[in-house]
């Protein structure tokens, strides 16, 4: 309080008497903080600005910048303002149409790599699977001009879907590539929520926004479109870190598994998609929690992966539960490594790779399990740098790691228990193509060596080709997940 009191009162004295103080300041000392504050301005709002705008905008703050050094600042005034108003009219023509496109979500693949083989199935299914997700990407300049015909348009589509035989279960309404939004058609937008939930029969409607601060525009929308129903507009669980799980039954005791408090600033939006379709109301019943009929998701790939969490609960609410990816996606992991016990250890390594080795029987897997070599690493720890030599193939079971490439700037995946790592540079030999670090307290992970692989190769050729298709797997999901961007004509399924 007295502090606070103290930055008032010298705020105080500074705003009556700073400019007598000022012409006491040395003239050079001035004159070299001006030049720094303005070389930093420069760099924030010129430089570092040029992957936040498309090219027409960046031009219009070069030419204000240009402008204002020439002229002054008066002329640089009137720059902008022509600038704004040129972009503004420029976009709105160019993008009079805001919707890009529409378009099933069969052939696009989020970045759940590790769905079980009997969630695969159910996505795969023409009239349960990824054939029931409907997404329509809007463009451009949405403003009052032009929203009524997008809600129009986007009521057209849904009316046609719906007299077919695949009508949609989920809605996914993609703004990542609007540049703005005014307050007018926000509103409009909030409405049509409420109509396409109400007269068409859609279960859920997913709002893309493509930024980390929401919808491109001063109105809150995000708070209008969210279902605060099930989860508040901040939350991104519907349980909360100190909420237990019972996640197995094993020898007739339950595992009691909780959110470590720790991984709590590691979650992103898509490491608790699945905890949000379930409810474990008693030890030996799953039920579907309230779904809720709409949510804001970050990216595209975060309102996927829900739609297709969404899918597999409705189907097989169960199989959620026994799905690997579950404990990955949700971020449990046991009070401590040890608890958790080395036979439910053990038994939860064989349940990955069942997952990861369909053709595998259960001689096999065994075989496999092994192979492996246990390892366990803490917070900060290298697994790999980029470049080293690949020796040896990673199995995530306890824990999350992050990958990252060293000469790309934020370019990086979280990496969850039942995936593998590593299985490229194994089997074809080339260098790490990314540094891979421990994000969690603790990891736990299972190594197959180069010398083992090898081995393994000559004595069971049949189990060497189940680790060559998990490669196959992963290399098919990952190039369609990259290459079929949304409506992007240049890019075909693999």
């Known amino acids: ?11 105080a004295v500074i705003f009556v008497y700073g400019p007598t103080m000022a012409s006491y300041v040395p003239r050079c000392m001035a004159g070299t903080l001006l030049l720094h504050v303005g070389i930093d301005l420069f760099i924030e709002g010129v430089v570092e600005s040029y992957h936040d705008y498309d090219r027409l905008e960046y031009s219009g703050i070069w030419l204000i910048t240009v402008v204002m050094i020439t002229f002054g600042m008066d002329a640089a005034l009137v720059a902008g303002i022509i600038a704004a108003l040129s972009t503004y009219a420029v976009q709105s023509i160019t993008y009079q ?10 052939r696009l693949r989020s970045s759940a790599w590790n769905r079980s083989f009997e969630a695969q199935e159910i996505l795969m299914d023409k009239m ?10 809007m463009q451009g300049h949405i403003f009052f001009g032009n929203v009524t015909t997008m809600t129009d348009e986007i009521k057209r589509k849904l009316k046609e879907k719906c007299n077919a035989d695949d009508k949609p279960i989920v809605v996914i309404l993609d703004f990542s590539r609007v540049l703005g939004i005014d307050s007018s058609a926000a509103q409009t937008i909030a409405k049509l929520k409420d109509s396409i939930l109400t007269n ?18 001063s109105y809150d929308l995000s708070r209008k479109v969210h279902d605060n129903t099930v989860v508040s507009a901040t939350s991104k669980r519907l349980l909360e870190p100190k909420d237990a799980l019972l996640l197995e039954e094993f020898d007739q005791d339950h595992i009691v598994v909780e959110i470590d ?7 992103d939006s898509r490491s608790s998609i699945r905890a949000r379709a379930l409810s474990i109301a008693s030890k030996n019943t799953v039920n579907i929690a309230e779904i809720p009929n709409s949510r804001v998701c970050q990216t595209l790939d975060d309102a996927l992966v829900f739609a297709e969490d969404v899918l597999v609960a409705i189907q097989d609410p169960d199989l959620l539960q026994r799905d690997v990816n579950e404990s990955c996606r949700n971020g449990h992991r046991a009070r401590s490594v040890e608890s958790a016990g080395q036979m439910m250890e053990e038994r939860g390594v064989k349940l ?19 192979l492996l070599s246990r390892e ?67 990891a736990v992970l299972y190594n197959l060596s180069r010398e083992k692989w090898e081995t393994l190769i000559h004595e069971n050729p049949r189990l060497a080709r189940e680790i060559d298709m998990l490669v196959v797997r992963y290399l098919t999901h990952r190039i369609q997940h990259v290459s079929n961007h949304i409506l992007d004509k240049r890019s075909l399924p693999v």
């Open 97 to 106: 149409y805001p919707i890009r496109g529409a378009m099933t979500a069969t």
């Open 200 to 217: 068409y029969g859609i279960e859920l409607v997913l709002f893309v926004t493509g930024q980390a601060d929401g919808f491109p525009c």
């Open 1 to 11: 309080k007295a502090s606070s009191l103290g930055i008032v009162a010298v705020s």
């Open 128 to 137: 349960k699977g990824r054939q029931r997700i409907y997404v329509i990407q």
């Open 352 to 370: 990955f790779l069942e997952t990861l080795c369909p053709g595998a029987t259960p001689e096999d897997i065994t075989h496999l399990c092994s």
């Open 261 to 267: 408090s720790s991984l709590e600033r590691n979650f």
């Open 376 to 442: 366990k690493y803490h917070l900060g720890d290298i697994i790999w740098e980029q470049g080293s030599a690949s020796n040896n193939l990673k199995l995530l079971v306890c824990g999350s790691l992050i990958s990252s490439l060293d000469d790309e700037n934020g370019a990086t995946e979280t990496i969850y228990p039942g995936s593998t790592i590593g299985e490229l540079g194994l089997i074809n030999g080339t260098e790490r193509l990314t540094t891979v670090k421990v994000l969690s307290d603790e």
